[in-house]
């Protein structure tokens, strides 16, 4: 039986990403050393080659041939309380996110570059049964990018950069009431499984005016995914009962039922958002540096998922609608060279939601303003090869309502916590 979603059904898969990781379901986390200023002058900062990701122009920065290697783990703390009495936590397992950078000087004025990052991804879970099962049970989502770059110092004072992403995502997005018309099961446990390759481009500048003084300004493209998969038709249920050939209720068939039941052929379109990002980096004396990001991302052209499937000749549809705003991170941090072979770094930043009204959240989406507070430190190991690590806390903040439905009339209950816990390790090679 083919099934057709036009519009991500992993609506709440990938349109959750967590308010722990960024908003939406973006991952900011693509620098061990970078998450240790709460990514503060990302890129422009020289520490590390992770500009071939945030802003290929800084590749300039870097003589030779550099590798660099590491991961941030992403850990959960998504506390729910019900009116009710319930209590439930959305945490999955603790989450590594691996990134990988290949920068190259191939002439006195052109570099050569290969990211290999996870940009955006999620992962939330919980009990099947939870009272607002409807409102998402589980949700995982992935991509990998690789993106080859290029840069050319244009003069002692401007660089330029550009580059294109190759982008593979995976989605896999499991709710409740997914059907729900009159002649159908009340609800319907569902799970989509698709993925897919796309692609988009990237491009960067960095003016450096005086000799301890650089901006930088990056533009990301969004990706299109038209990705193929399953949607998978796990149980059919009246309230928390478990409808079976015994207890068939209304107009429902055996006959339908064993159309509806199992797994179906789909088809989903979903996109991973624009942003745009400027950031400076300041050289104030051999001891101390200070840095700035501001970023933009596009989250308000996420507003509505479709969700279409066909059971024999009748096709099904259910909307999520998200209605999302445009977000924006700010962050500020330092760098302390206390000694030729260690540097400690500090940052603090602040992240809007993209939710915009809280009746359309749900609970594999529970995104929400949020503080980052960051420590970090690089040893210079060897003469060509230093180790990064950092830790983050990211706090969620200020609204973090839960409604039972997107209609606004009921509010179901609160997260009391909406944190993330970070921790990024990474190695930098010279040759």
Known sequence: MKTMMKSVAVAGLIAMAS?????????????????????AGAGVDGTDISGVFYNPATMTLHPGTQIQAGFVAIGLDLDYKGNDGTTENGRANTQPIPFGYISHQATDNVWVGLAMTVPFGMGTEYDDNWSLAKRGISAQVLTFDFNPN??????????????????????????????????????VDGEVDADSWAWGFNVGMMWTPVDNLRFGLSYRSKVNHHAKGDFTVNNLRQGNTAITGDNLTGALTNQTLRALWGKHDAAVSLSTPAWLMATAAWDVNDLLS???????????????????????????????????????????????????????????????????????RTAIIPDADRLWLALGSSFKVAKDFQLDVSAAWLHGIGERDLYADDNGGVKAGRFDTLDAYLLGVQMVYKF
Do not use: C
């Not at 995502?169 to 009431?177: P, Q, T, V």
């Open 19 to 39: 308010s722990t990781y960024a908003a939406g379901f973006m991952l900011t986390e693509q620098s061990a050393s970078s998450l240790g200023r709460a990514y």
């Open 150 to 187: 290029v840069a050319w110092k244009l003069s002692e004072k401007v660089s330029l950069g550009a580059g294109m992403s190759v982008q593979y995502a995976s989605a896999d997005l499991k709710m409740r009431d997914l059907a729900g018309q009159q002649d159908m099961p009340p609800t």
């Open 290 to 360: 200070l840095y700035a990001t501001f970023r933009w991302t596009d989250w308000s052209s996420f507003k509505d998922l479709d969700i279409n499937y066909s059971v024999g000749p009748r096709t099904m549809t259910k909307n999520v609608h998200n209605a999302w705003k445009d977000t924006y991170l700010v962050s500020l941090g330092a760098d302390m060279r206390f000694y030729d072979w260690w540097t400690m770094r500090a940052g603090i930043g602040y992240e809007t939601s993209a939710v915009d009204e809280a009746r359309y």
